[in-house]
């Protein structure tokens, strides 16, 4: 039983560049979401999906887009980097049922 | 989001010994949770809240439900090394939203000494 899994799991990159996470759950779960995690900080909620084709903005959304094409999986794109978006983030997933998130183990990325 | 305050930022502290940390929110919770993240993991669900003046427990660990529901308390007893870890506590991204979308605190980081 997989759960949750992201990738890739690191990352460096240039800024300006671009690229995509990919996040996938096998857990047939309506929500799906991307944090970012930075030290001090907690995890912040960038955007969130409550089923296939829909997308919404969390509390730090700028500089990222998200698609959800397939109810398993959930893409976050970075169309040019910044320094600033160094972080490990994190996707997770819920059911209807359940207030509890599942979070995959991070993907630590690097803008230099 | 919900402004949510943990603390302490950091514990250090015996093995053996009784460990507390909370956490407030600037507006009224319906839901707290607390969460562990041990290293180059993600967060696994510790224990949920969902009434104000709950008290829950999961084995050592017992949460609570404040009465004024902006804040919330983890209490880990007899403590253990493997209890190191960040804790967060989290609770619902909107006043009026559900929990699924969560806000969280910044963490307190455990560090338990043998």
């Known amino acids: 039983n997989a759960g949750v899994t992201q990738t890739p799991k690191f990352r460096v990159l240039k800024t300006g560049q671009s690229m995509t996470l990919l996040c996938a759950q096998d857990?047939?779960?309506?929500?799906m979401y991307w944090y970012r995690q930075d030290p001090g900080m907690g995890l912040r909620l960038i955007h969130y999906?409550?089923?296939?084709?829909?997308?919404a903005k969390g509390e730090v959304p700028d500089g990222y887009n998200v698609s959800r094409l397939k109810k398993q999986n959930f893409l976050l794109g970075l169309e040019s980097a910044a320094p600033s978006q160094t972080s490990v983030y994190f996707c997770a997933s819920s059911s209807t049922r359940s207030r509890e998130l599942f979070f995959g183990e991070g993907s630590r990325l690097t803008v230099l | 989001g919900q402004q949510l305050n943990q603390s302490p930022q950091s514990m250090f502290i015996q093995e053996g010994e009784d460990v507390s940390m909370n956490c407030t929110s600037s507006s009224i919770f319906n839901t707290w949770l607390w969460y562990k993240q041990d290293p180059g993991e993600g967060p696994v669900l510790l224990i949920a809240?969902?009434?104000?003046?709950e008290l829950t427990s999961n084995g050592r660990l017992t949460a609570q439900f404040g009465i004024t529901r902006k804040d919330s308390f983890l209490n880990i007893s007899a403590s253990i090394p493997s209890d190191v870890g960040i804790y967060f506590c989290?609770?619902?991204?909107?006043?009026?939203?559900?929990?699924?979308?969560?806000?969280f605190g910044s963490g307190t980081q455990l560090t338990v000494l043998p």
């Open positions: 809240l969902y009434k104000a003046g």
């Open positions: 999906s409550v089923g296939e084709g829909t997308t």
């Open positions: 989290a609770g619902p991204y909107t006043s009026s939203g559900s929990a699924r979308q969560l806000t």
């Open positions: 857990m047939n779960h309506e929500y």
